[in-house]
């Protein structure tokens, strides 16, 4: 496709691809040459399993590991527990109908309705929420 780039090629070998990777120098590298510990590998495998249970995992001898190290910082960990303050729904903006109306021009549909419209606005009114 025009203006993309390749990055990864595969090739089928008895019915599995195997992937050719070269490491890419830049702000966006697409393999990472950095050895992992096993603790931290487990914990990425397992997606993103706490310290608690990869150390309940490794009591049942499920990991294979020696000895679990205590776990590094995660970002995507940090990332994946982040969530937005929720407006307040309660609070009344307006003081009587059409001081403020949110309208939404919806694109094209894939189907049109039985009149032959391929758009649809909506129109509410902030006071009442009525359309």
């Known amino acids: 496709m025009k203006g993309l780039k390749e990055v990864l090629r595969g090739i089928k070998k008895q019915g599995f691809y195997s992937l050719e ?4 120098s830049g702000s966006a590298d697409i393999a990472s040459l950095k050895h992992l510990k096993k603790t931290q590998l487990w914990h990425m495998r397992l997606g993103h399993v706490s310290e608690k249970d990869l150390v309940r995992l490794s009591k049942q001898n499920q990991l294979g ?10 970002e995507p960990c940090v990332f994946g527990k982040a969530y937005r303050v929720m407006f307040n729904k309660d609070q009344q903006r307006t003081n ?6 949110h309208d ?9 309705s039985h009149s032959g419209a391929g758009y649809f606005l909506s129109i509410v009114d902030d006071y009442s929420r009525k359309l």
Do not use: H
């Open 21 to 24: 990777v070269e490491a890419k």
């Open 65 to 74: 590991v020696d000895k679990l190290e205590k776990l590094e910082f995660c």
């Open 96 to 101: 009587g109908s059409l001081d403020c109306i």
């Open 104 to 112: 939404d021009l919806w694109e094209p549909a894939r189907n049109p």
